[in-house]
């Protein structure tokens, strides 16, 4: 068994956003949207800023799944938590109960960067990018390319290392001790979640940022 999830080095992240507009781009998400959101903590005193990547937090015990009424809401194989589009009906119930603010609504039901206009190249629609405006949809740890042994593009797109894509149930020598120092953020939410934070500036077990 697996169970992928993302460790963000946080004092490492210099706020490029280069994992937002990968992921932007691999999942062609509408405009207006963005799955993948980087944030920020500023301590006056310390004179830092701390940069971050939020997204589904992907929880083991997730708030929402047990609270949809059209029961759209799935773990994947590897602990995904993913919507299924056949059933989905935009009724936001997911997102009254998600501590981070994760589903995200299409209700303009813009999908294209042009308008009316024809767009100078329309990718091909493809099943993970092939989505009905005003249903909900998030962050899907890249699915579709994990399944084919690959990593979220977020992961990739991070040129300085910050985040780290992991199998809590068969970890490596090197995540290994990722997985050991890693805290999920806003702790006390209870959900567990796969994505979490590693950071000697902020404590992430109190934070309770949610994805705007």
């Not at 697996?2 to 509408?30: F, M, P, T, W």
Request: aromatic share 8%; glycine share 8%.
């Amino acid at each position: 068994m697996s169970r992928y999830g993302i460790i963000v080095l946080a004092d490492k992240c210099i706020g490029c956003h280069a994992c937002a507009i990968a992921c932007k781009q691999e999942n062609q998400v509408a405009p207006g949207i963005f799955w993948n959101q980087i944030q920020r903590i500023e301590d006056p005193k310390a004179r830092t800023i701390t940069w971050f990547r939020t997204s589904c937090q992907h929880c083991d015990n997730p708030a929402c799944l047990p609270k949809c009424p059209f029961k759209a809401i799935y773990k994947g194989e590897h602990g995904e938590v993913l919507v299924d589009r056949a059933k989905c009906v935009g009724c936001k119930t997911c997102l009254a109960f998600c501590p981070y603010g994760a589903p995200k609504f299409n209700d303009a039901k813009v999908t294209s960067y042009y308008g009316d206009k024809q767009p100078l190249y329309e990718a091909p629609k493809l099943p993970h990018t092939d989505r009905k405006p005003g249903q909900a949809e998030h962050c899907t740890l890249c699915a579709h390319r994990t399944a084919k042994g690959g990593k979220p593009a977020c992961v990739v797109a991070c040129g300085v290392g910050v985040l780290n894509f992991v199998d809590y149930d068969n970890p490596t020598e090197q995540t290994k001790g990722l997985i050991e120092k890693a805290v999920a953020m806003n702790e006390a939410a209870g959900t567990n979640p796969k994505v979490r934070y590693i950071s000697q500036r902020v404590d992430f077990r109190n934070v309770k940022a949610k994805i705007r």
